[in-house]
């Protein structure tokens, strides 16, 4: 059984920084992608940042340069966590955790595997 688990999140001001980490067990990471996705209120699910097993990393472009994505494997349990730097308002959002994550309707949670979310709110 595949189980996803985040943590990390909570309230910061605009300009602080805050670390999500999300461990990921049960799965087998190959040809596959682990990463973080996000759903702010009232808008569409989108992609933060994912890695693949050969290292490809992606970033939405509103984060470019201020959040950076890591994995670690150990013992067959993959972790991947987000460090978040230089939070805007815009940033805030529930924050998914995912394998294979598949976003679909604008709607998070639409395939593979996914944690149950974190809430970040960052206040101006």
């Known amino acids: 059984e595949v189980q996803v688990v985040e943590s990390g999140g909570g309230s910061v001001q605009t300009g602080g920084s805050l670390r999500l980490s999300c461990t990921v067990s049960?799965?087998?990471?190959?040809?596959?992608?682990l990463g973080w996705y996000r759903q702010p209120p009232g808008d569409m699910c989108e992609l933060v940042s994912t890695i693949s097993d050969d290292g490809e990393i992606i970033y939405t472009s509103s984060v470019k340069g201020r959040f950076t994505i890591s994995h670690s494997q150990d013992n067959g349990k993959n972790t991947v966590d987000l460090q978040m730097n230089n939070l805007t308002p815009e940033d805030t959002a529930v924050y998914y955790c995912?394998?294979?994550?598949?976003?679909?309707?604008?709607?998070?949670?639409?395939?593979?595997?996914w944690g149950q979310g974190t809430q970040v709110t960052v206040s101006s």
């Open positions: 049960g799965f087998v990471f190959h040809d596959a992608v």
């Open positions: 995912a394998a294979d994550g598949i976003i679909a309707g604008g709607l998070c949670r639409m395939g593979g595997y």
